[in-house]
């Protein structure tokens, strides 16, 4: 079984440099407002699809 915290970890990473990749690819987008609340709304969509996944991960190894 892996490390809570190094699963957590890595979630986090994943989250924030696939929120800032996502953001920094939206080029019409100009004001640094609608950037942050782009990156803050990516992060916690692809934090909540890494979390879908590994429960339903964790659902079919129990």
Sequence with gaps: MMNY???GSMM???ATCGGW???RNKHAVKST???WALF???F???NFVQLTILAAVYQLMR
Excluded: P, T
């Design 5 to 7: 915290a190094l699963i």
């Design 12 to 14: 986090l990473i994943v």
């Design 21 to 23: 990749l996502l953001v």
């Design 33 to 35: 407002q609608v950037k």
């Design 40 to 42: 803050v709304l990516y």
């Design 44 to 46: 916690w969509v692809l």
